[in-house]
């Protein structure tokens, strides 16, 4: 069965300090590796995609990694910042016509 | 990029009544997406959405309960029908660009009472 885990659940950090969310996956066979920001009370926007063929992305103080050996992902936040709160939700594609996967997400809250 | 418009942002709704939530993108697209996100819970598709044709349901969501509209390539209508408290939830319509990034409207928050 496909299936999307993420870990943790949730996590509190002080403005300014690093943090690194976890994905793990099961999906197959594998198209690309979503990260996207949920705000609270709005719809998720896409941070990164990644391929098969891609380790690394960046997007400002997001870089997203992918091992697609092991089925693993990781997104991390540098330096953060308050308008960080939000959920970080991981999302796989399957190759051909198949629904995206969606894993729970992180409920990540930055306070100062 | 798309921008979808998605309305209303929320509602508070009487058990037994339906509420109709409405879609409108900023560009032509074959497929909408209609998701139910509950609290603390993954995002799940309820149905897809081909203007033209029926829209296809996923597993445990039938069209009696979810009647879906799609009149034309930038528009479509998700009801909730017969509502009762387990329909509390935040419903999401989404499009996608190629087969790499997944665009979505800001939700509507409904809560059944």
């Known amino acids: 069965k496909n299936q999307v885990e993420q870990s943790p659940q949730s996590l ?6 690093n943090c690194t969310l976890q994905c793990n996956y099961t999906v197959s066979p594998f198209s690309n590796l979503r990260w996207y920001k949920q705000d609270t009370g709005r719809g998720p926007v896409s941070l990164t995609i990644m391929t098969f063929s891609e380790n690394t992305k960046s997007n400002g ?6 091992d697609a050996d092991t089925k693993q992902s990781s997104l991390h936040i540098t330096a953060s910042q308050l308008s960080d ?3 970080y939700i991981c999302v796989v594609k399957a190759g051909g016509n198949t629904p995206l996967v969606f894993g729970k997400g992180t409920r990540l809250s930055v306070i100062a | 990029s798309a921008v979808i418009s998605q309305k209303p942002s ?3 709704c009487q058990r037994g009544t339906s509420l109709t939530i409405q879609c409108q993108v900023d560009s032509q697209v074959t497929m909408m ?3 139910r996100q509950q609290p603390g819970q993954s995002l799940t598709l309820i149905a897809t959405a081909n203007q033209g044709s029926e829209a296809t349901y996923e597993s445990g969501f039938v069209i009696d309960k979810f009647p879906i ?3 034309n390539l930038t528009f479509s209508t998700l009801t909730v029908s017969n509502m009762s408290p387990e329909d509390s939830s935040i419903y ?3 499009v996608e660009r190629g087969n790499t ?4 409207g800001q939700g509507t928050r409904l809560t059944v009472v």
């Open chain 1, 12 to 17: 509190i950090i002080l403005e300014g300090k």
């Open chain 2, 33 to 35: 997406f209609w998701y």
């Open chain 2, 92 to 94: 999401l319509c989404s």
């Open chain 2, 10 to 12: 929320r509602d508070i």
């Open chain 1, 85 to 87: 709160s939000a959920s």
């Open chain 2, 69 to 71: 509209s799609r009149p």
């Open chain 1, 61 to 66: 103080r997001y870089t997203a990694t992918l």
């Open chain 2, 101 to 104: 990034e997944a665009f979505f």
